[in-house]
T-cell receptor, first 116, second 112 residues
Framework: GAGVSQSPRYKVAKRGQDVALRCDPI?????LFWYQQALGQGPEFLTY????????KSGLPSDRFFAERPEGSVSTLKIQRTQQEDSAVYLC??????????????FGSGTRLTVV | SQQGEEDPQALSIQEGENATMNCSYK?????LQWYRQNSGRGLVHLIL?????REKHSGRLRVTLDTSKKSSSLLITASRAADTASYFC????????????FGKGTHLIIQP
């Protein structure tokens, strides 16, 4: 597609519920990133994929967070047993290249997760 | 953790005036990027400046980078109401596997 698409746009989950957030990157984009943005803050890095390989997951806050990109295109961020502190906007970004010297990211509009 | 810190945190100016936002960072970088975020939307990439560059222009945007002071500034000239948004600087330490590190952002309001 023309841009990075994320779904759902909004998600309300009861505490303890599992959620799955989807990201459709721009076709052909090799790099895919997930970010978490708390209210009033800048985005914080969660994890990075190069094609189907998850090369960096150092930003995932706990083992309740899991991300995959099995065919190197669509990615899913899964949060198990959601907690209130998981409430945030989850942003997906993709990039054509693998080196940051020459490329900027294209971000999706995000999924706003509210845990009640 | 967030590396960059923008200041001011919030800025309100009249339409037509110039807006300047500053960003400081802590570690060595490969490049620095500025993004805009409208309320409830994703981030839009504005401009990228490499560590060996000092100034870059794109339309009404001017970015400077001072690696000795670990700081950057974003100037928006002849501001418009549509420029109202949050602006974030983000740094890259290089390589393909690391993500961008964002600051907390400057919220810019352009008064018509």
């Amino acid at each position: 597609g023309a841009g990075v698409s994320q779904s759902p746009r909004y998600k309300v989950a009861k505490r303890g519920q599992d959620v799955a957030l989807r990201c459709d990157p721009i076709s052909g984009h090799v790099s895919l990133f997930w970010y978490q943005q708390a209210l009033g803050q800048g985005p914080e890095f969660l994890t990075y994929f190069q094609n189907e390989a998850q090369l960096d997951k150092s930003g995932l806050p706990s083992d309740r967070f899991f991300a995959e990109r099995p065919e190197g295109s669509v990615s899913t961020l899964k949060i198990q047993r959601t907690q209130q502190e998981d409430s945030a906007v989850y942003l997906c970004a993709s990039s054509l290249g693998t080196g940051w010297a020459n490329y900027g990211y294209t971000f999706g509009s995000g999924t706003r997760l509210t845990v009640v | 953790s967030q590396q960059g810190e923008e200041d001011p945190q919030a800025l309100s100016i009249q339409e037509g005036e110039n807006a300047t936002m500053n960003c400081s960072y802590k570690t060595s970088i490969n490049n620095l990027q500025w993004y805009r975020q409208n309320s409830g939307r994703g981030l839009v990439h504005l401009i990228l400046i490499r560590s060996n560059e000092r100034e870059k222009h794109s339309g009404r945007l001017r970015v400077t980078l001072d690696t000795s002071k670990k700081s950057s500034s974003l100037l928006i000239t002849a501001s418009r109401a549509a420029d109202t948004a949050s602006y974030f600087c983000a740094t890259s330490s290089g390589g393909g596997a690391d993500g961008l590190t964002f600051g907390k952002g400057t919220h810019l309001i352009i008064q018509p």
